[in-house]
């Protein structure tokens, strides 16, 4: 693999759907979706937010990752010069009907969630023995 | 007659200044811009703040592991270099969404105030690296006190 020099990105914002509680701006955080045989991974970058602080929410289809940041200055601090803006992340994902909605692990570790959501044990075929009477 | 209405003269001063007014807000909502300018972006973007004793370079790294940074202090610059690895996955996945991305980065920053190059540490929690900088006792801030005569 050649090796590739980062470039910096501002931070897309979460279009407004209602008002929030919770002051702030909220941004869509870059994520990497990929499935293996038995499971669909989902890792997000959301730098700031500690494990606790990650809600994550599933109806029906729809998973909603929500990471709440810290306090993003420490007491007494003042801004002097601001290039990447600051805030919680959130994005909505609309998940096949072959998740296992029971088994869903989250790990989050660096700023980085990881997801794995088992698929569903698709029917098995099976062979139907025929008593005799 | 009396005048209900009247048409204000043309001005194409003040047609410029509301033209530039509403462009700068467009990109302020396209871009997420502060409000001010944003300076030529290289990786990892920073934030810097201060309190009267230290100067804080925040950046933010997600998966960034301590190892893979290195953080020099020179001549009252801040160089910053570093790779953001991702591991790979097994063989056989296929991805439907690729947006992390790998790569190396190198920067350097000027810092706003002199830092004592002894007094530096930097820690890296949930992807977020932050440097901490004493400033010299010359450069803090000072009370002085008004003596009654």
Request: glycine share 8%.
């Amino acid at each position: 693999m050649t090796e590739k020099e980062l470039q910096a990105k501002a931070k897309e914002e979460v279009p407004a759907k209602g008002e929030r509680v919770r002051p702030g701006r909220v941004f869509v955080p870059a994520v990497d979706i990929f499935e293996t045989p038995e499971t669909l991974v989902l890792v997000a970058d959301m730098p700031g937010v500690s494990g606790d602080k990650v809600t994550l929410d599933l109806k029906e289809n729809y998973l909603t990752i929500y990471g709440e940041i810290g306090p993003p200055l420490g007491p007494g601090e003042t801004m002097v010069e601001q290039e990447y803006s600051i805030g919680d992340f959130q994005r909505d994902f609309h998940l096949g009907s072959l998740i296992d909605q029971s088994k869903i692990e989250a790990i989050m570790k660096d700023g980085v969630l990881r997801l794995v959501m088992h698929k569903v044990e698709k029917a098995k075929p099976r062979k139907i023995e025929v008593k005799v009477g | 007659m009396p005048i209900f209405f009247r048409e204000p003269r043309w001005n194409p001063q003040r047609e410029l200044e509301q033209l530039q007014r509403r462009m700068d807000r467009v990109f302020q909502d396209a871009f997420g811009l502060e409000g001010r300018p944003r300076r030529a972006g290289v990786y990892p973007l920073v934030n810097i703040s201060e309190d009267p004793d230290h100067i804080y370079v925040r950046a933010e790294l997600p998966g960034v592991r301590a190892e893979n940074l290195e953080i020099t202090l020179q001549d009252n610059s801040l160089i910053l270099r570093g790779e953001r690895k991702i591991p790979a996955e097994e063989k056989q996945v296929n991805y439907h969404r690729r947006e992390r991305e790998s790569g190396f980065f190198r920067r350097v920053m000027p810092l706003p105030a002199m830092v004592q190059g002894d007094k530096v540490e930097a820690t890296c929690k949930d992807g977020i690296l932050t440097i901490t900088m004493a400033k010299p006792e010359a450069v803090k801030p000072r009370k002085i006190e008004v003596k009654v005569a």
